[in-house]
């Protein structure tokens, strides 16, 4: 599953991170990086712009940029894309209707020239409902081992509960 991403941030100068958090309206985004910030999950709302979160992890600060996922806030996501060093992105894994779109969405972030080379972390979201498509079957629904410009992985987690959600750099 590509390389480690650990390897990438042994590198990061300061040792501070900054990671674009993005993914399809109701992936998780937020609840996520809630969860990262050890934050109350119980009232979340949809994101209309952006919420940003300084986390700290492993000695690192990650500086987390969060973007709405609605059809309609997608084009802003390119003002985002400067000094990028993570993307993480995180999937519905549950919401098999809109893998196609999703994958569609990860595919044009993988084009981007501001994101060329940037690694990329994908969250497999919503593993604690029963309906929930594991990381694997994704990974080659995505065709993600086609991925050959940057380092990658793919993580099951619930954003719900918790588990998985550590950044296992």
Not at 70 to 78: D, E, L, S, T, V
Request: charged share 25%; net charge negative.
């Amino acid at each position: 599953m590509g390389n480690n991403i650990s390897d990438f941030l042994a590198s990061a100068p300061d040792q501070e991170v900054r990671i674009l958090l993005l993914g399809l309206d109701n992936a998780g985004k937020t609840t996520l990086l809630k969860q990262l910030a050890s934050e109350d999950i119980s009232h979340i709302t949809p994101t209309q712009g952006f919420n940003i979160k300084s986390v700290q992890s492993q000695g690192f600060k990650l500086n987390v940029w969060d973007i709405g996922g609605q059809r309609k806030i997608r084009p802003y996501w390119r003002n985002y894309f400067e000094n990028t060093d993570v993307l993480i992105y995180v999937i519905d894994s549950a919401d098999r209707k809109r893998f196609e779109e999703t994958g569609q969405e990860l595919a044009e972030l993988l084009d981007e020239e501001k994101l060329s080379g940037v690694p990329v972390l994908i969250f497999a979201n919503k593993q604690d409902l029963l309906t929930a498509a594991p990381a694997s079957e994704i990974a080659e629904g995505l065709n993600l081992h086609t991925i050959r410009d940057r380092i990658w992985q793919i993580q099951s987690c619930s954003a719900l509960t918790g588990e998985g959600v550590q950044v296992r750099w």
